[in-house]
C-alpha cells in the first residue's frame, strides 16, 4: 500500500539534507559516509525500520532507497526521532531501482536487502518485480565479489518467481527458507520491517532467499 502525498515532506527533506545523498554519483555526492567502510542498501526502505536498526548492529554504511519522496520523508523523519544527531553510517537515497547504476559503480555495493517489495503480481507487470532479470542482472554488476542479496517476502508467487530468475544468472543461492520463523537460528539475528511484522502476526509465512556473488 503506497504512502498518500505529503507535501510536508518537500521541506523536512531539504531542511534535513545532512541525513541525504544527493542525485549525482555517489563519489561526486554531498554528505557521503566519511569511511571506507562497505556499503549496504536497502532497496525500497518503507517506513525505515529495518535499515534504521541495522545501522546501530555495526559500523558499515547503510543507504535507504526509495523512489517516493513522501516514503523517504517518512523514514527520515524515523530515523530523526531514533537519533540525536545524524548517524555516520546511515544516509538515504530518493533513486529510482532502474537508475542504481547511474549512482554506484560496479562492484562498489557489499550486500543488497531487498525487504517486501512490490509482487506486481499481474503477469503483464513481471518486468517490474525487483527480482525480474534485468534488475539480477543489474545487481550482479553492482555488487562486489561475495557480495550479496538478502530477500524477504510473504508473497508465494515472487519468492517462487525469484528462484526462476535467480536460474538464469550466476548468483548462487545460499540459503532457500520458504517459512522463515520456523526456523529459531535465522530468526537469532532477524529485523522484521513493518510489513512483516504485519504479515507474521497474520499467520502469513515468511520466505527468505540469499545470493552471492562468487
Given at each position: 500500500m503506497r504512502l498518500r502525498n505529503k507535501n510536508w515532506t518537500i521541506d523536512f527533506i531539504k531542511n534535513n539534507s545532512i541525513w541525504m545523498l544527493s542525485n549525482k554519483n555517489y563519489e561526486e555526492c554531498n554528505n557521503k559516509f566519511d569511511n571506507n567502510n562497505d556499503i549496504n542498501i536497502e532497496i525500497?526502505?518503507?517506513?525505515?525500520?529495518?535499515?534504521?536498526?541495522?545501522?546501530?548492529?555495526?559500523?558499515?554504511?547503510?543507504i535507504a532507497i526509495e523512489k517516493e519522496r513522501t516514503v523517504i520523508g517518512v523514514a527520515l523523519k524515523k530515523a530523526i526521532s531514533n537519533f540525536e544527531t545524524p548517524k555516520n553510517n546511515l544516509r538515504f537515497l530518493n533513486l529510482d531501482a532502474l537508475s542504481l547504476d547511474t549512482f554506484f559503480s560496479n562492484e562498489s555495493i557489499y550486500k543488497i536487502y531487498l525487504n517486501f517489495s512490490?509482487?506486481?503480481?499481474?503477469?503483464?507487470h513481471t518486468k517490474y518485480r525487483l527480482t525480474f532479470i534485468k534488475y539480477l542482472d543489474l545487481y550482479y554488476r553492482l555488487l562486489k565479489k561475495n557480495g550479496s542479496i538478502e530477500m524477504k517476502t510473504d508473497n508465494e508467487n515472487l519468492y517462487l518467481f525469484t528462484l526462476e530468475e535467480v536460474k538464469k544468472t550466476n548468483f548462487k543461492v545460499i540459503l532457500n527458507c520458504d517459512?522463515?520463523?520456523?526456523?529459531?537460528?535465522?530468526?537469532?539475528?532477524?529485523?522484521?520491517?513493518?510489513?512483516?511484522?504485519?504479515?507474521?502476526?497474520e499467520g502469513k509465512k515468511i520466505k527468505k532467499i540469499v545470493l552471492i556473488k562468487e
Open positions: 525500497g526502505c518503507g517506513k525505515g525500520n529495518f535499515i534504521i536498526q541495522k545501522s546501530t548492529t555495526n559500523d558499515l554504511n547503510f512490490d509482487p506486481w503480481p499481474k503477469k503483464r517459512d522463515l520463523y520456523s526456523n529459531q537460528e535465522l530468526l537469532t539475528d532477524n529485523i522484521a520491517t513493518e510489513y512483516e511484522t504485519k504479515f507474521h502476526s
